[in-house]
């Protein structure tokens, strides 16, 4: 689905007209009084500062591709779409330094919207949703390897059984706090939420989706609780706490967006495939493209 950056749209709609009218093309009327181009521009930005605006909100603006993984094994013969193998995950980060591109993480990118910081010149974030323990395995010492950061986003429930009940299995295992924490510790991975126990369809749910005929106050209440728990085990567990919320199979309702924010979320990542233009507007934070990485799509070929 579209999420109109309603704030972005309205600001760039009022520098051009304010640019037009500046040049006699058009005129602006106020509760009916027709104002002429000479009136407005006693009181308005000359067309030259208005262009200057509008080319200074672009210059703000940086493309961002954020390229979605699942699982990383040592081949992928699986026939999954989520499955790709290390040494293609390895040809992946060798294209991107190649071509000069810099993996980010997603608190990079709510600093430079923030004001707080700036983004290299050709930014991309690497994500891995579910949070499985070969993306310690594999992806993880790739990571280390060619000097790249990435996100995961993890599975509370998953991340607890795991640690209670170790099973180092790459093929299906989950990530514990222990990985976890080692991994926060390299700096070449930062982690955000999931959900806790909200990765599932067969619960009469689809993941955080607002079930039909639920009551706002109903929805609101699964989705802080489960939300929730995973935040506190978070802060409990490595001492962080996530600022970003990836949705469930990317299944979104709009009444979770206010809640979500609600929640001191910054930002929020789709399964929606794009490119992001991301400004100094925090709209532009929330429900940020993806392009999912297939066994038969290369990051070259995503991004070429």
Same mark, same amino acid.
């Given at each position: 689905?579209?999420?109109?950056?309603?704030?972005?749209?309205?600001?760039?709609?009022?520098?051009?007209?304010?640019?037009?009218?500046?040049?006699?093309?058009?005129?602006?009327?106020?509760?009916?009084?027709?104002?002429?181009?000479?009136?407005?521009?006693?009181?308005?930005?000359?067309?030259?500062?208005?262009?200057?605006?509008?080319?200074?909100?672009?210059?703000?603006?940086?493309?961002?591709?954020?390229? $979605?993984?699942?699982?990383?094994?040592?081949?992928?013969?699986?026939?999954?779409?989520?499955?790709?193998?290390?040494?293609?995950?390895?040809?992946?980060?060798?294209?991107?330094?190649?071509?000069?591109?810099?993996?980010?993480? $997603?608190?990079?990118?709510?600093?430079?919207?923030?004001?707080?910081?700036?983004?290299?010149?050709?930014?991309?974030?690497?994500?891995?949703?579910?949070?499985?323990?070969?993306?310690?395995?594999?992806?993880?010492?790739?990571?280390?390897?060619?000097?790249?950061?990435?996100?995961?986003?993890?599975?509370?429930? /998953?991340?607890?059984?795991?640690?209670?009940?170790?099973?180092?299995?790459?093929?299906?295992?989950?990530?514990?706090?222990?990985?976890?924490?080692?991994?926060?510790?390299?700096?070449?991975?930062?982690?955000?939420?999931?959900?806790?126990?909200?990765?599932?369809?067969?619960?009469? @749910?689809?993941?955080?989706?607002?079930?039909?005929?639920?009551?706002?106050?109903?929805?609101?209440?699964?989705?802080?609780?489960?939300?929730?728990?995973?935040?506190?085990?978070?802060?409990?567990?490595?001492?962080?706490?996530?600022?970003?919320?990836? /949705?469930?199979?990317?299944?979104?309702?709009?009444?979770?967006?206010?809640?979500?924010?609600?929640?001191?979320? @910054?930002?929020?990542?789709?399964?929606?495939?794009?490119?992001?233009?991301?400004?100094?507007?925090?709209?532009?934070?929330?429900?940020?493209? @993806?392009?999912? @990485?297939?066994?038969?799509?290369?990051?070259?070929?995503?991004?070429?």
């Amino acid at each position: 689905m579209y999420v109109i950056k309603m704030k972005t749209l309205i600001y760039y709609f009022a520098i051009f007209a304010v640019t037009l009218a500046g040049i006699g093309i058009i005129k602006l009327c106020s509760y009916g009084t027709s104002i002429d181009a000479d009136s407005m521009l006693k009181e308005s930005p000359s067309p030259q500062s208005s262009a200057m605006l509008f080319d200074k909100a672009k210059s703000d603006e940086k493309d961002v591709p954020i390229i $979605m993984y699942h699982s990383i094994l040592r081949s992928s013969h699986s026939g999954s779409e989520y499955i790709i193998s290390e040494a293609d995950f390895e040809r992946d980060l060798k294209f991107l330094k190649k071509q000069g591109y810099t993996p980010i993480v $997603m608190q990079d990118l709510i600093d430079f919207v923030d004001g707080k910081g700036t983004l290299p010149e050709k930014p991309i974030i690497l994500t891995f949703d579910d949070g499985y323990f070969n993306n310690c395995s594999y992806a993880f010492p790739l990571l280390k390897k060619y000097d790249c950061k990435a996100v995961i986003s993890i599975i509370g429930y /998953y991340t607890d059984l795991y640690t209670e009940t170790p099973d180092e299995n790459p093929a299906y295992s989950h990530l514990t706090w222990k990985d976890i924490k080692e991994m926060i510790a390299s700096g070449n991975v930062e982690f955000q939420n999931h959900s806790y126990n909200l990765h599932t369809i067969d619960k009469g @749910r689809n993941g955080t989706k607002k079930k039909k005929g639920e009551s706002l106050a109903d929805y609101k209440a699964v989705l802080t609780s489960d939300l929730g728990k995973l935040q506190d085990a978070f802060k409990n567990n490595v001492g962080f706490t996530p600022t970003t919320f990836t /949705y469930p199979f990317g299944s979104v309702s709009n009444d979770s967006f206010d809640i979500i924010q609600e929640m001191g979320f @910054r930002a929020s990542l789709s399964c929606e495939s794009g490119m992001n233009h991301i400004g100094k507007n925090s709209d532009d934070l929330y429900m940020l493209k @993806r392009y999912l @990485r297939t066994p038969k799509k290369s990051v070259q070929a995503i991004l070429e």
